[in-house]
């Protein structure tokens, strides 16, 4: 994502190519030629991961259409937003290098007693389920993902917050001997580690999915493996990945993006096509994979499930 702030956060043109212009034909099937170095990096994807076994999980059959063609998973797997590895989109590569296990998750803040634990003992925990959800990213391209998850309401029930929690506060891993963004240059005075937030009441939706998994294995690192978030209603930016851990806060968390750049990227971050973004507009997406261009949908098609949790809140700055 381009960040307009003042001069000195801008990103050198050099360094980043704006969206809108890097997703022409010849970038997807870019794609496709990453998809190739990743296969070579990870021969067996995913086969030797703890957690393969329990792969894949059972559909959950609310969630068995999307409405669009799943996209492939040649082109979700290597055209991603990971800046903690660089800000092209061809970070898969780089990403390998983060190790993956034992990774520790810390469940904190408001909660009636703080916990530690291990990817792999809270999947023991939860029942993992698959859903295939629309992801619609704020730079106006968007993918159809078969992901492996649990709901964050589970996580809420095994945290126990207190009654003063309002809000879940998620937080990335800082490595900058692994992550070539938090180490080089001008990204090193980015507000790392990654952090996103979400209320209480979003939470307790039944659409939040905490993702383990895509296309029925373990979650390749490129998309944010062991643990990422995914909230379909809101832009790609939300859903926060590598995952270490989960606070239940008093106040609002201030994002990541929220933080760079406030007057594009604010806490709520709902899809809406009628609003557009400061610098172009967000009234179609284009698809990877097929590179079509599809009208976006209010809350991204989610409105039935989700419009709901925002009635009271018309003051709010919904849908940026
Ligand atoms: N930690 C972290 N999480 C992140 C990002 C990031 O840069 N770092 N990018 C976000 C953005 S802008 C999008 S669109 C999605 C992209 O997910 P994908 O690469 O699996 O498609 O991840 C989100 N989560
Ligand atoms: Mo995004």
Redesign the pocket.
Not at 79 to 84: G, L, R
Not at 135 to 139: K, S
Not at 235 to 243: L, R, V
């Given at each position: 994502?381009l960040i307009r702030r003042n001069r000195s956060w801008e990103i050198p043109e050099a360094r980043v190519t704006p969206e809108h212009m890097f997703l022409n034909r010849r970038s997807f099937m870019g794609a496709a030629a990453g998809a190739v170095a990743f296969s070579a990096v990870r021969p067996a994807w995913a086969a030797e991961d703890p957690s393969a076994k329990l792969y894949p999980a059972k559909p959950n059959p609310a969630f068995a259409d999307a409405g669009r063609p799943v996209t492939g998973a040649e082109y979700?797997?290597t055209?991603?937003?990971?800046?903690?590895?660089g800000s092209s989109?061809r970070?898969a590569e780089a990403a390998e290098k983060l190790p993956i296990r034992p990774w520790a998750i810390v469940i904190d803040g408001e909660v009636e007693k703080p916990l530690t634990i291990g990817i792999d003992d809270l999947l023991a925990k939860v029942t993992l389920e698959e859903r295939i959800y629309r992801?619609?990213?704020?730079?106006a391209?968007s993918?159809v993902?078969p992901w492996t998850g649990f709901p964050v309401k589970s996580l809420v029930e095994l945290a126990r917050p207190n009654s003063n929690a309002k809000f879940l506060r998620f937080e990335?891993?800082n490595k900058p001997d692994v992550a070539p963004?938090q180490t080089d240059g001008f990204f090193t005075s980015y507000p790392w580690?990654?952090v996103?937030g979400i209320t209480l009441a979003e939470a307790a939706n039944e659409m939040p999915l905490l993702v383990t998994g895509?296309y029925g294995k373990p979650l390749p690192n490129?998309?944010?493996a062991p643990l990422?978030?995914h909230l379909p209603w809101k832009?790609?930016?939300?859903?926060?990945?590598?995952?270490v851990r989960v606070s239940f806060t008093a106040e609002r968390p201030v994002s990541?993006?929220e933080t760079l750049g406030p007057a594009e990227y604010g806490f709520w971050a709902n899809v809406n096509p009628e609003v557009p973004h400061p610098r172009w507009s967000q009234a179609t997406e284009q698809e990877?994979g097929s590179g079509e261009r599809v009208p976006t949908l209010l809350y991204n098609g989610y409105a039935e499930q989700v419009a709901g949790l925002y009635k009271d809140l018309g003051s709010e700055k919904l849908f940026m």
């Open positions: 994502m979700t797997t055209f991603n937003n990971y800046y903690e590895f989109k970070i992801h619609r990213c704020v730079e391209w993918m993902v990335t891993f963004g580690p990654y996103e895509a490129s998309m944010g990422r978030l832009y790609g930016f939300k859903s926060i990945k590598g995952i990541f993006w990877l």
